[in-house]
């Protein structure tokens, strides 16, 4: 397969290029600097500007970009640039491939604040209803600018990403270090639900959706949802740590900015779509998913 990739550069993303290239496909990254080597191509989401041949020519785009949400404080103007960011690409995206003589599979971001910041222990899939609140928001309208590749008859999934565990990035990467210290300890009071989902099975799940005629949201996190408690646990014997310390709701938010919100708040998201597909997951449990995430 042809396939464009917006936001390649990043956590994940990287991560999806390196394994649908191993895979043998064609992968194209847009960047927004000159492009200076081959697989590149300059964009500017901002304005519009794209490579509307690249589109044409593509069997698939994948929509990954956007400012990062964990830096705080979460100004207005920050929060600008979160939905402008993603509204820019996204749009861009969409409306390039719907000009194309045929449209390719686009495959959009989007995070599992579709459903809010806090949903107490209901179990969600992508039947339920949208949450409330600033990253609720911004996901609505971040899905929402994908209607032209929908309106054009493009299979468009959006990927309703949940916490994303790999030592190399994200939250687990700013955990380990003072867990590795004994310092490990209880968010807020424990009780919250965490979804979660590999690094590895996030890119799986992602090239299973280019393989699979599924449209419309996905959840992406792995099958069992656990408290933070019992994440908390988990950690601590994949690492062979102790963990007897609590780390209060208010310094939760001074250490992780904006990434607190997605700790503290309780959402159990289900793969559903996924699951039905016929999807399966290498690590669909919590200590086996930590196992993966910190070898």
Same mark, same amino acid.
């Given at each position: 397969?042809?396939?464009?990739?917006?936001?390649?550069?990043?956590f994940?993303?990287?991560?999806?290029?390196?394994?649908?290239?191993?895979?043998?496909?064609?992968?194209?990254?847009?960047?927004?600097?000159?492009?200076?080597?081959?697989?590149?191509?300059?964009?500017?989401?901002?304005?519009?500007?794209?490579?509307?041949?690249?589109?044409?020519?593509?069997?698939?785009?994948?929509?990954?970009?956007?400012?990062?949400?964990?830096?705080?404080?979460?100004?207005?103007?920050?929060?600008?640039?979160?939905?402008?960011?993603?509204?820019?690409?996204?749009?861009?995206?969409?409306?390039?491939?719907?000009?194309?003589?045929?449209?390719?599979?686009?495959?959009?971001?989007?995070?599992?604040?579709?459903?809010?910041?806090?949903?107490?222990?209901?179990?969600?899939?992508?039947?339920?209803?949208?949450?409330?609140?600033?990253?609720?928001?911004?996901?609505?309208?971040?899905?929402?600018?994908?209607?032209?590749?929908?309106?054009?008859?493009?299979?468009?999934?959006?990927?309703?990403?949940?916490?994303?565990?790999?030592?190399?990035?994200?939250?687990?990467?700013?955990?380990?270090?003072?867990?590795?210290?004994?310092?490990?300890?209880?968010?807020?009071?424990?009780?919250?639900?965490m979804?979660?989902?590999?690094?590895?099975?996030?890119?799986?799940?992602?090239?299973?959706l280019?393989?699979?005629?599924?449209?419309?949201?996905?959840?992406?996190?792995?099958?069992?949802?656990?408290?933070?408690?019992?994440?908390?646990?988990?950690?601590?014997?994949?690492?062979h740590?102790?963990?007897?310390?609590?780390?209060?709701?208010?310094?939760?938010?001074?250490? #992780?900015?904006?990434?607190?919100?997605d700790? #503290?708040?309780?959402?159990?998201?289900?793969?559903?779509? #996924?699951?039905a597909?016929?999807?399966?997951?290498?690590?669909?449990?919590?200590?086996?998913? #930590?196992?993966?995430?910190?070898?």
């Amino acid at each position: 397969m042809h396939v464009v990739i917006g936001g390649a550069s990043g956590f994940l993303g990287s991560a999806l290029a390196d394994h649908l290239r191993t895979a043998g496909h064609d992968v194209v990254r847009l960047v927004r600097r000159p492009a200076s080597s081959e697989g590149t191509s300059q964009w500017d989401p901002a304005t519009g500007r794209i490579d509307q041949v690249l589109i044409d020519r593509a069997d698939a785009v994948v929509n990954l970009s956007g400012a990062p949400i964990s830096q705080w404080p979460r100004t207005a103007n920050r929060r600008r640039e979160i939905l402008a960011s993603r509204l820019g690409a996204t749009t861009t995206l969409a409306r390039a491939v719907a000009k194309a003589p045929t449209p390719p599979v686009l495959l959009s971001g989007s995070g599992m604040s579709w459903y809010g910041v806090d949903r107490g222990t209901e179990r969600l899939d992508e039947s339920d209803g949208p949450g409330q609140g600033f990253l609720a928001d911004v996901s609505q309208q971040w899905e929402a600018a994908a209607q032209p590749a929908i309106d054009a008859g493009a299979r468009t999934c959006f990927l309703r990403t949940s916490l994303v565990l790999d030592a190399s990035g994200g939250v687990l990467r700013l955990m380990l270090p003072a867990w590795r210290l004994g310092g490990g300890a209880r968010l807020g009071s424990g009780e919250q639900r965490m979804s979660l989902i590999t690094r590895d099975d996030w890119v799986r799940a992602v090239a299973h959706l280019l393989d699979h005629e599924i449209s419309g949201p996905v959840n992406l996190s792995m099958p069992a949802t656990v408290t933070n408690a019992e994440f908390t646990d988990a950690l601590a014997d994949v690492l062979h740590r102790p963990t007897f310390l609590v780390a209060p709701a208010f310094a939760v938010r001074a250490v #992780l900015g904006g990434l607190a919100d997605d700790l #503290l708040g309780s959402l159990d998201v289900a793969p559903a779509a #996924l699951e039905a597909s016929g999807f399966t997951f290498e690590a669909p449990d919590l200590t086996t998913a #930590l196992e993966v995430a910190t070898r």
